[in-house]
């Protein structure tokens, strides 16, 4: 048995990863929906934000970037033109 103790920072860390690991794999697999994976992965960052390092703020985000955005397709009457709508934002245009 080893006389080393992890600080608080290394136990904090590894847990983190550990709990960004078992999430992606989560969503990977299909056991939760991207919705669940979004609330899950924010509830992370809010917990480890300004606790520890930016380099594990950065995973969190990566890890939220395979989420593909939700895309509405609207059709605009007056115009009969179609547009996509990504994240309540219109991408066919201007405004």
């Known amino acids: 048995m080893s006389d080393f103790l992890p600080t608080v ?3 904090l ?4 990863i550990e709990t960004l690991e078992y ?12 919705s669940q994976y979004r609330v899950a992965l924010d509830t992370l960052f809010m917990t480890v934000s300004g606790i520890i390092g930016a ?10 970037d395979e989420i593909k955005q939700p895309t ?4 605009v009457v007056e ?3 179609v547009m996509e709508v990504s ?5 066919g245009g201007s405004w």
């Open 79 to 81: 115009k009969e033109e």
């Open 13 to 16: 860390d590894r847990k983190a």
């Open 72 to 75: 509405i397709v609207a059709k």
């Open 55 to 64: 380099d594990f703020i950065n995973l969190i985000t990566a890890a939220g």
């Open 23 to 34: 999430l992606v794999g989560k969503h990977r697999s299909g056991a939760i929906t991207d």
């Open 87 to 91: 994240e309540s934002k219109y991408v």
């Open 9 to 11: 920072e290394e136990e």
